[in-house]
């Protein structure tokens, strides 16, 4: 007895359900602190007996603010499960504009949206100008431009996939729509806008980290693996390649890993306070095998990054711990920003190749029932895998998706940071508890994403009107 | 005169319809200008500080914290919209309403391909809430007063029905902007 929990709920400016409870014992010193990932879908199994080619659709409703990286994964399975992996040179590059896009849009988000509050205010600042709104009040110039960083990730998905969120661009084999030249030069008319200001996000993140170092280096910080896809030539690449997993001073644990052997290589841990499993290296432990993702994995991963600007930012970036892996947690928004810049340079690159309007979709092959698809989504290292029957019809469906990956890390930044700050202080603050949710924001964690699985509660639903009234009862079995 | 104010939540949804109300994109400017944001995922505010004019339910209800949540929302808004599909009918989360939720847990905990599980305890801590054994529409948990259908309900649509509902307009919604999808 004697413990007090103290208990975040819900984590805000993240996506999806979370919450953090943080037990104390009689010295107010930190005993257990967790991250509870309290969502719950079931795709895996509902999505059994579907048609395989309405996955890529349906699927992406996991999450609707990286659908993009569901739709991709999914489809990229199906190509597999259809033996039609290796797409038209026009069917890659408008699925590779869409991917880059949504990377775009995806970062822009998160780091004006729904971090730069903490950046440009501070952790302690009044949480009642602690958000977006109050970024739009006092920096109006830079909310405009993530804003208009954002649309345009947006109009590069509804272009590729016909609507900016939940499109139907990739299908299993090919895309069903390729540019034409309005659409084309629509694009390009901003693009070189948005790398400038690609290049002045990553100023202000790369600025913030720098200046800061001394304070967010410890800050929930921690040694670990890192993993992502990379380039048979070791280059970043966000749509396609092997597996590569790192260790904290860059040594290979694995090399250019085929993907669709990954069941070889990971498994999940089931834990009981935790809807979200904790994903590891099989051949490590739960003790020592897990890792990070995300754009921090993917900048340390990689080898070099092959557009010139994010290149040299990569350089950068790199130099601040002597080019051995970057283990600050709070690195992953300097990271992102790279990336954002990455995105920008590859959409350039994309929008100027006359392939992006050709009009060969599609190909076929010889039917395989099995196929796994991996991506990098903006969140980090998407998994998905799926066996089809005879009938066409999904009879196995398993998810691994960004956010798990990073289940051990953000529960082991969530400690570290309560253990820091929160541990023996006589009064816990608004904004020591912000600095918990600081540390889990820098992983930009999709938590419905992250959920797959139901209970089971006999609930009776009462019907209450506005006045708090009941109006109708129901038992839900 | 104050500003009305405005509170969001997503129950079982994907945040595609919070997305959604962002592709406003260089108009939440203006939003700004016209309403106070409250409880919400894009702020900070995680309890009610005053009553709302208008709340935005995106998601329907697959848990008991869902359920919770709707109720408060209920208490605190005047006027409350189903944004959405699964808000409105339970949406693709609702596939799931036709399976034993048995079946469900025993794919995720202990029969994935990937699952390591060897003592095949299932998550079962009471700091997760329960689960209801369906999804449920919101309008079957309260009463509710508008639906934006689609999958996600376009910018367009949201920013439409929003300006005027925050502006005592009556909301008439153009054939094209209604869609389900």
Not at chain 1, 35 to 44: P, S, W
Not at chain 1, 308 to 314: M, N, Q, T
Not at chain 2, 49 to 69: A, D, K, P, S
Not at chain 2, 102 to 116: R, W
């Amino acid at each position: 007895m004697g413990n007090k929990k103290i208990t975040i709920e819900p984590v805000t400016r993240v996506e999806g359900h979370g919450k953090v409870t943080i037990l104390l014992d009689e010295e107010n010193k930190v005993k257990q602190a967790r991250l509870h990932i309290v969502e719950f879908r079931g795709f895996e199994r509902f999505i059994q007996g579907r048609p395989y080619w309405e996955v890529p659709v349906a699927v992406q409703r996991l999450c609707g603010i990286c659908p993009v990286s569901h739709h991709l994964a999914a489809a990229k399975a199906m190509d597999y499960v259809i033996g039609a992996e290796k797409l038209t040179p026009t069917a890659e590059k408008v699925r590779r504009l869409m991917h880059y896009g949504q990377t775009f849009q995806s970062h822009a988000l998160h780091f004006f949206h729904l971090c730069s509050p903490d950046i440009l205010f501070g952790f302690d600042a009044d949480p009642a100008i602690r958000n977006v709104v109050g970024v739009i009040k006092e920096h109006p110039d830079l909310a405009v431009q993530g804003v208009m960083m954002r649309k345009y990730g947006q109009e590069v998905i509804k272009i590729t996939s016909g609507k900016k969120i939940h499109g139907t661009g990739a299908i299993p084999g090919g895309v069903n729509k390729s540019l034409n030249i309005e659409e084309r030069d629509f694009l390009l008319k901003d693009i070189d806008q948005m790398i400038t200001w690609s290049e002045g996000a990553l100023k202000i993140a790369k600025d913030y980290t720098v200046d800061n170092l001394e304070m967010l280096a410890p800050f929930g910080s921690f040694d670990s693996n890192h993993l992502s896809l990379i380039r048979e030539d070791g280059a970043m690449d966000l749509y396609h390649g092997n597996i590569r997993c790192i260790d904290k001073d860059g040594k290979k644990l694995m090399e250019q890993v085929n993907y669709q052997n990954y069941l070889e290589h990971i498994v999940e841990e089931v834990r009981p306070w935790s809807y979200m499993k904790f994903p590891f290296m099989k051949n490590m432990g739960t003790e020592d095998g897990w890792y990070r993702v995300g754009p921090l994995a993917r900048v340390n991963a990689c080898d070099f990054i092959d557009t010139p600007l994010a290149e040299a930012a990569r350089k950068e970036f790199m130099a601040v711990t002597d080019g051995k892996p970057n283990n600050i947690t709070m690195a992953y928004h300097w990271a992102r920003m790279i990336e954002t810049l990455h995105s920008a340079e590859k959409m350039k690159e994309l929008l100027n190749d006359p392939d992006i309007m050709g009009d060969d979709l599609m190909v076929k092959g010889e039917f395989r029932g099995e196929g796994v698809g991996l991506i990098e989504a903006p969140r980090g290292t998407l998994f998905h895998h799926y066996k089809v029957n005879e009938n066409d019809e999904v009879t196995m469906c398993n998810l691994i998706v960004s956010t798990t990956h990073n289940n051990v890390a953000m529960n082991t930044a969530v400690t570290k940071i309560a253990e820091e700050y929160i541990s023996g202080v006589p009064e816990v603050t608004e904004g020591l508890l912000n600095r918990v949710e600081v540390g889990i924001r820098a992983y930009d964690p999709c938590l419905s994403c992250a959920t797959h699985a139901m209970g089971k509660m006999p609930l009776k639903i009462k019907i209450v009107g506005a006045d708090g009234a009941t109006v109708d009862e129901k038992a839900t079995f | 005169m104050s500003k009305p104010k405005l509170a969001t939540a997503s129950l079982a949804g994907c945040f595609g319809c919070h997305m959604a109300i962002l592709d406003i994109d260089d108009r939440i400017l203006q939003l700004v200008d016209l309403i106070d944001f409250n409880k919400s995922p894009v702020t900070d505010i995680k309890t009610f500080t005053e009553r709302c004019t208008v709340g935005l339910i995106e998601g329907g209800c697959c848990n008991e914290e869902n359920v919770h949540n709707l109720y408060d929302f209920r208490k605190n808004c005047d006027i409350l919209i189903s944004l959405g599909d699964c808000a409105t009918m339970g949406g693709i989360p609702a596939l799931r309403n036709t399976i034993p939720l048995k079946e469900c847990t025993d794919e995720a905990y202990l029969n994935g391909p990937s699952v390591y599980n060897p003592t095949g305890k299932m998550p079962d801590d009471p700091e997760l809430p329960l689960l209801l054994n369906k999804v449920f529409p919101c309008h079957e948990v309260v009463k509710m007063d508008y639906h934006l259908p689609g999958c996600p309900p376009s910018a367009d649509t949201i920013w439409a029905a929003l300006t005027a509902l925050l502006t005592n307009e009556e909301v008439n919604l153009p054939y094209e902007l209604i869609k389900y999808d």
